[in-house]
């Protein structure tokens, strides 16, 4: 069984913090994801990795930054954390032709 | 511009009933479409997927219908269970440059009425 696991549920962050979210596979998938879910708006990519070191810009990548060092790890970086910035955030996995696995998500609050 | 679109953001459905949950797409180099299903504070569960080679997949109680040329597809959920209230997401992927990319419908917030 595929499993993707997100560092925390739920994270509570102030203005203008740092915020590091992290996601760990352990299926040996190339591709890595972050999205962010909102409500009436579904699923918003902001990063995705394809393979070690390699990142490309998704949709909405304004204020967030990423680094896949290892292939099974990719994290998702809030530079400086705005209130419009609290969100669901989901990673996902996949290997190529094939479906997406997600971790529970990460349900950030920025006060 | 949404690139998948799901008009319906909600449906209500008695049990034992035939839910159907629509999707429509623009791009045409979409080949891969995909339902998921997610519960409240979970990711989402991957459900079904469907090639553009085909129209129609099925798997038990799920069956998703495409047509290509109206750029449609739909989830058809036979019979409807009171655990099958959910948000369902459609998805369609296609290839570029980087490798399969994937864009999500905004979802369908199914409730099933016992």
């Known amino acids: 069984d595929v499993k993707v696991t997100q560092s925390s549920r739920y994270l509570v962050k102030r203005t203008g913090e740092k915020v590091f979210l992290e996601c760990v596979q352990d299926m040996d998938h190339e591709n890595m994801f972050w999205y962010r879910q909102d409500p009436g708006l579904g699923l918003r990519l902001i990063y995705f990795?394809?393979?070690?070191?390699?990142?490309e810009k998704g949709d909405i990548p304004e204020g967030y930054s990423v680094s896949r060092e290892k292939k099974e790890r990719f994290s998702l970086i809030l530079e400086s954390a705005s209130t419009n910035q609290t969100s669901m955030y989901l990673c996902?996995?996949?290997?190529?032709?094939?479906?997406?696995?997600f971790g529970p998500g990460t349900r950030l609050t920025v006060t | 511009d949404q690139q998948v679109k799901q008009n319906s953001p909600s449906l209500s459905v008695q049990e034992g009933r035939i839910s159907i949950l629509n999707c429509d797409y623009t791009n045409s180099m979409f080949d891969y479409f995909l339902w998921y299903k997610k519960y409240p504070a979970e990711g989402p569960t991957f459900l079904i997927s469907i090639s553009s080679i085909k129209d129609k997949n099925e798997d038990g109680r799920f069956t998703v219908f495409l047509n290509k040329s109206a750029k449609h597809l739909s989830l058809h959920i036979v019979p409807s269970l009171p655990g099958d209230s959910a948000v369902y997401f459609c998805a369609a992927s296609a290839w570029d440059n980087y490798g399969q990319n994937f864009v999500f419908g905004p979802g369908t917030r199914l409730s099933v009425l016992p």
């Open positions: 996902a996995s996949t290997i190529m032709g094939k479906e997406q696995y």
């Open positions: 990795s394809y393979d070690v070191k390699m990142k």
